[in-house]
Structures are given as structure tokens and as C-alpha cells.
């Protein structure tokens, strides 16, 4: 005998598990779907730009670009990572918001693809912040006129460029990070005057070559973390490590002043020179001379 009862469940379970499949099948899709766009906006007659920039985790390129355009392409997976592009001009200054959500929920998900790639104006003078959160970022500010660079980051993987000489002053670099690596290279090219530098647990490389033109001031401030420092030997430079005990010092072609005061032969020769200074908790310390 037929049993009626499980043909009974039969006609309800069936629907349901179509209902399921048709329901999972698109949700898929759209989950591996990557969502791109590119974004070209001309900047009008101005002086000066301020671009500010909220980035999520992923990964961020950013590079000089044409003349009076802003140039970017924006790949994301998930529609909450679409970026929000606001541009407008006060006066003769243009101000440039590219923002995304910065939420605890989106460093959860490193996997969800989220990658901007930003080109800058060449020849407009820039201030620009990035704020971030967990990321991967490749900064390269070669050809860009920056008067302050501000970088404020959750724990991140960071390579930041001058491979040449700034073409105007700049004030300000100031960069404060979690537990982190980031790498400087060309940072005499950046034509600074003050760098300040305050980062967690991490290795962070400052590498000074390039042409340096002015007295300039360097703050490093961490904590559980490996310091390099790449001086060239014709940058007179003084280093002064306020340090505990257990601090590891490797320091070559300098003098030692005192326990905290370092000089390489060339500093007190010429107006242009590095003032360095570092503090921190057990901190490890290498200074190549080149």
C-alpha cells in the first residue's frame, strides 16, 4: 500500500528545496561578482587641490597622473564597498572626498575584493589624508607637488615613494599606523620639513636618499618594533635614540656622542641636514650609511 502520508511530505519538501536553489544560485553570483568603474573628472581653473581619501581594507594604488584631471578606477565585490566620489571647488581650491565605509564588520572579510587604483594631478599643489583600515598600499607621489601628506592607518602593509625631488616645499609628513610594515624610499626627494612618524608593533624603513635641500626634522615614535634607517653619507645627519635598556642598537658610520647622541661626519657642514630622533619601547635599530 501506497503510504499517503510521505507523498504528502513529498508534495511540500520539493518546492521547497527549488525555492533554496533558485534563492542560492543568484546570491552566488552576485557574491563573486567584482564591480568595476572608472572615474575621470576634470578639475577647472584652481590653485590648489585638497584630496581626502577613506579607504577600507583592500588594496590602494595611488600615482601622478594628467595635468588639471583626477583619474580613478574602482573594483569592488560588495555593493557596501562602492565608493562615494564628491568633488567641488571653493574659490580657487578644489576639494576632493573619496570615501567608503570604515566599518570593524569589513576587516572581517579580507577576502571580499576591494582595490582602488587613484592618479593625481601633476601640476596642481595637493594636500592630501589618506585615512585607512586594514590595507595593502602602494603610494607613489613621484611627480606630484605635495605641500602635507597625512597617513592614518589600522594594521597595514605600506610602500611610499619620492623617486624625484618634490617640486614644492612641504611642510608636514605625518604618518601614525597599528601594527604594521611600512617602507619610505627617496624621502630626502620629498623636500620636507618636518616628518613625524607613530606606529605600533611592526619594521618600518626609512630610506633618506635622493637630494636633500633644507634642515628637516624627523619624530619616530613606536613601539615593539625594527627601525631602519639608509642615510647617504654626504647627508650630515644627527640621530638621538631615547631608548630603554633593552634597546638594540647597529649603527654604522656615525659617532657616538654620548648613550643617546649619534653624528655622522658631514653634520654641522651644510644647512641642508637630518635631525632624527627615536623613541620607543624595546625597539630594535640598524643604520646603514651609504
Do not use: C, H
Amino acid at each position: 500500500m501506497v503510504n499517503l502520508k510521505l507523498l504528502k511530505n513529498r508534495k511540500y519538501i520539493l518546492p521547497i528545496i527549488f525555492l533554496i536553489i533558485l534563492f542560492l544560485i543568484p546570491f552566488k553570483s552576485e557574491a563573486n561578482e567584482i564591480k568595476g568603474e572608472d572615474r575621470i573628472i576634470p578639475l577647472e581653473d584652481i590653485n590648489s587641490l585638497v584630496v581626502k581619501i577613506k579607504f577600507g581594507a583592500g588594496k590602494l594604488d595611488l600615482n601622478s597622473g594628467k595635468d588639471d584631471v583626477f583619474e580613478g578606477n574602482f573594483q569592488y565585490e560588495r555593493s557596501f564597498l562602492k565608493p562615494n566620489i564628491y568633488y567641488e571647488v571653493i574659490g580657487k581650491k578644489g576639494i576632493l572626498n573619496l570615501s567608503q565605509s570604515i566599518k570593524k564588520d569589513i576587516d572581517l572579510w579580507p577576502s571580499f575584493e576591494n582595490r582602488w587604483s587613484i592618479k593625481l594631478p601633476s601640476n596642481i599643489p595637493l594636500q592630501l589624508y589618506i585615512n585607512t583600515a586594514t590595507y595593502s598600499g602602494d603610494i607613489n607621489l613621484t611627480n606630484l607637488k605635495i605641500e602635507n601628506f597625512y597617513l592614518n592607518s589600522g594594521a597595514s602593509q605600506t610602500n611610499i615613494v619620492f623617486n624625484q625631488p618634490n617640486l614644492i616645499d612641504m611642510k608636514n609628513i605625518n604618518i601614525k599606523t597599528g601594527a604594521s610594515t611600512v617602507k619610505m624610499s627617496g624621502l630626502a626627494n620629498a623636500n620636507f620639513y618636518r616628518l613625524d612618524f607613530d606606529g605600533g608593533a611592526g619594521m618600518y624603513a626609512f630610506d633618506f636618499s635622493g637630494n636633500l635641500t633644507k634642515k628637516s626634522k624627523v619624530n619616530i615614535d613606536v613601539g615593539v618594533a625594527k627601525i631602519i634607517l639608509k642615510i647617504p653619507s654626504t647627508i650630515g645627519t644627527r640621530i638621538i635614540i631615547k631608548r630603554f635598556p633593552a634597546t638594540k642598537l647597529d649603527i654604522v658610520g656615525f659617532i657616538e656622542i654620548n648613550d643617546q647622541t649619534y653624528i655622522n661626519p658631514e653634520y654641522g657642514k651644510k644647512d641642508a641636514e637630518l635631525d632624527i630622533e627615536i623613541k620607543g619601547g624595546l625597539i630594535d635599530v640598524e643604520v646603514l650609511s651609504s
